[in-house]
């Protein structure tokens, strides 16, 4: 069965610094890692996502993320933050034979100060 | 625009009186869910299709209920909401079974059982 954890359930960052989001899966089959942004009042949106292949994965709005196998994480990062960065962002991992069933963490809220 | 559309947005009930929340896809996806949303849990999968009169559990599915009688509407009901069933929900949709189409959501539906 698959899990993820996501640490840290609020982050701070000044705007214009690194963000950086951590997320640790386990899987017991080849996983499938996502991320998604949820901005107040809306349903989440895909950020970016990662099946197979080249292991840095980028996204929308200058986010990447890197698959690490060895260390069963996918962070998620950004060199410089922006306002509008300021959302709920959650890790999802599935499975390669559930199909295409997400587990999700617990979510990371975003706080961005000037 | 393609677009899942949720209604209510809000809804307020009492104990015990049915309601139903529907979930509307202009897609042509195949793949349904419907998620509920608590702090500090993410989300979590309440029911899943994949594909018209078919249906399957997810991870919460105690206390609700759904049909799929065509392929661009998911409504979930609730036959006698408790409190514990106060959350945030959230439809979402996909193209195909696979892991690799991105789930598209709807803006969720507040619900409060007072």
């Given at each position: ?114 | ?78 036959e006698s909401p408790s409190p514990n069933q106060t959350s945030l929900y959230f439809c979402a949709s996909r193209q ?19």
């Amino acid at each position: 069965a698959q899990s993820v954890t996501q640490l840290g359930s609020h982050v701070s960052v000044s705007e214009g610094a690194l963000v950086l989001l951590r997320c640790n899966y386990s899987s017991s089959v080849p996983p499938y890692l996502f991320w998604y942004v949820q901005y107040p009042n809306q349903g989440l949106q895909l950020l970016l996502k990662y099946t197979t292949g080249a292991t840095l994965v980028k996204g929308i709005n200058g986010f990447e993320a890197e698959f690490k196998k060895s260390e069963t994480s996918f962070h998620l990062t950004k060199p410089s933050a922006h306002m509008s960065d300021a959302a709920e962002y959650f890790c999802a991992v599935s499975e390669s034979d559930s199909w295409g069933k997400l587990q999700f963490g617990a979510g990371t809220q975003v706080v961005v100060t000037p | 625009e393609a677009q899942v559309t949720q209604n209510p947005r809000y809804l307020i009930t009492v104990t015990g009186k049915k309601l139903t929340v529907t979930c509307s896809q202009n897609m042509n996806h195949e793949y349904m869910s419907w998620y509920r949303q608590d702090p500090g849990l993410g989300l979590r999968q309440i029911y899943y299709s994949m594909n018209v009169e078919v249906t399957d559990k997810g991870d919460v599915p105690e206390g609700y209920k759904v049909s799929r009688k065509e392929k661009r509407n998911f409504p979930l009901i609730l036959e006698s909401p408790s409190p514990n069933q106060t959350s945030l929900y959230f439809c979402a949709s996909r193209q195909g079974y696979s892991y690799n189409s991105p789930l598209h959501f709807g803006n969720g539906t507040r619900l409060t059982v007072t």
